[in-house]
């Protein structure tokens, strides 16, 4: 559907603002365009969006600078690298296989340093929805995947659904985590 669920919704904005850096925003499947709008209401956001059904798109140009109509697996993110500082991916794991999931997840974490994912974590099937056969949902993810095999950390449990983040390390994490290293606390 084009919406997620009212709880991880509200949690995901919060999440986004309490460390939101001010740079513009990458949304992927924006669906009915929440948030766009609200990061465009709260805080006079630049977003960009990424959709595969045309048909959702009715008033969301007055919130996202571009929405690039096309499917989020072959989209050239590149174009972005730089610009974007935030991606949020609410609700579209799910409508992919894991492979082509884990894929898109990899070339993301390449390009941009935050990345913001709900997703449901209860079994949940969904097929197609008002002729969209992109709602038909692919795979089923687990907490523990979504953390271990995609370097996500759960920030809230929204049952049915999570919100997650993974943010790029920075030179001084990278530093601390390696073999040797230990960090003395100054008195």
């Known amino acids: 559907m084009p919406f997620s669920h009212p709880d991880v919704r509200v949690a995901a904005i919060e999440q986004i603002a309490s460390k939101w850096d001010g740079r513009p925003v990458l949304d992927i499947g924006i ?74 997840v990899n070339r993301l974490k390449e390009l941009f340093p935050r990345l913001i994912l709900t997703i449901p974590i209860v079994d949940v099937y969904q097929g197609t929805y008002k002729g969209n056969v992109y709602e038909n949902h ?24 999570g919100l997650f983040e993974w943010r790029k390390p920075v030179i001084k994490d990278m530093i601390l985590n390696m073999p040797g290293i230990i960090q003395v606390a100054a008195k």
């Open 31 to 104: 669906g009915n365009g929440f948030y766009g709008e609200e990061l465009h209401r709260r805080f006079n956001a630049i977003v960009y969006g990424v959709e595969v059904w045309p048909a959702y798109i009715v008033n969301q140009l007055l919130y996202y600078r571009t929405i690039f109509v096309c499917d989020a697996r072959t989209f050239e993110y590149e174009m972005l690298k730089g610009k974007v500082g935030l991606v949020i991916m609410g609700d579209i794991l799910e409508h992919l296989e894991k492979a082509e999931a884990v894929t898109l």
């Open 138 to 161: 692919h795979y089923r993810w687990k907490t523990s995947e979504i953390k271990d095999d995609l370097g996500f950390k759960l920030i809230k449990d929204c049952t049915p659904c």
